[in-house]
């Protein structure tokens, strides 16, 4: 079975400090992992996927395979980061996908 | 470019009815995902389509059923409602089958009574 599991429902952060949300993953194969957000009134959108290795609006996403985890990193987190964050998984062929049941991130001013 | 579009945005049944929900995908996109987003859950995979046909489907039963047409907007139809098939239902279009990035719809509200 393909699981994504983000043990946190609300995570809560003051400006300034990192933030870490967590994501992991239990799936037979190799997949691909991405993490959407979603601000307040607008819609779910890409926020990164783990084969571009890039950087976007200063988070960051590690796939570690061993401990199946790909948890969402800032160092320096903003008031616009609030946000809800959604973990998501899609098999090779690309035409399934799972998604956790999201963190809603609170940056506190 | 349009983004993905979603009709209609709220809508209304009672339990056993039919209903049909629509989506236009994003210009050039030839690939539509839906899912169903209960409160408070993160969106359930129903099924994709890539050019008229469906090429994945998740864990719902036959009475979910799709069509996706030659312009490539999409329809989601279900069947014999149920009152837990009250949620938010997202589509998604990407760019090929092979591109994971998707652009999502702002959904469309179905509560069924």
């Known amino acids: 079975a393909q699981r994504v599991t983000q043990p946190e429902k609300l995570l809560s952060v003051f400006k300034g400090a990192p933030v870490e949300l967590k994501c992991n993953y239990s799936y037979s194969g190799s997949p691909e992992l991405f993490w959407y957000v979603q601000y307040s009134r607008q819609r779910l959108q890409l926020l990164l996927r783990h084969i571009s290795r890039e950087s976007i609006k200063g988070f960051t996403a590690d796939l570690n395979k061993g401990e199946t985890s790909f948890h969402l990193k800032k160092p320096f987190a903003q008031e616009e980061d609030s946000a809800m964050y959604y973990c998501a998984l899609s098999g090779v062929s690309g035409n399934q996908f799972y998604f956790g049941t999201g963190t809603s991130l609170t940056v506190i001013p | 470019e349009t983004g993905v579009t979603q009709s209609p945005t709220h809508l209304i049944k009672t339990r056993g009815q039919q209903v049909t929900l629509r989506c236009s995908s994003q210009?050039?996109?030839?690939?539509v995902s839906w899912y169903q987003q209960a409160l408070g859950q993160g969106p359930q995979f129903i099924f994709q389509y890539y050019r008229e046909e469906e090429n994945g489907r998740g864990n719902f039963p036959p009475r979910f059923s799709g069509l996706q047409f030659p312009n490539y907007s999409s329809e989601l139809n279900v069947n014999a409602l149920e009152l837990d098939d009250s949620a938010l239902y997202l589509c998604?279009?990407?760019?090929?089958?092979?591109?994971?990035?998707?652009?999502f719809g702002p959904g469309t509200r179905l509560t069924v009574l």
């Open positions: 998604a279009s990407s760019l090929d089958i092979f591109t994971d990035t998707q652009y």
């Open positions: 210009s050039g996109h030839n690939t």
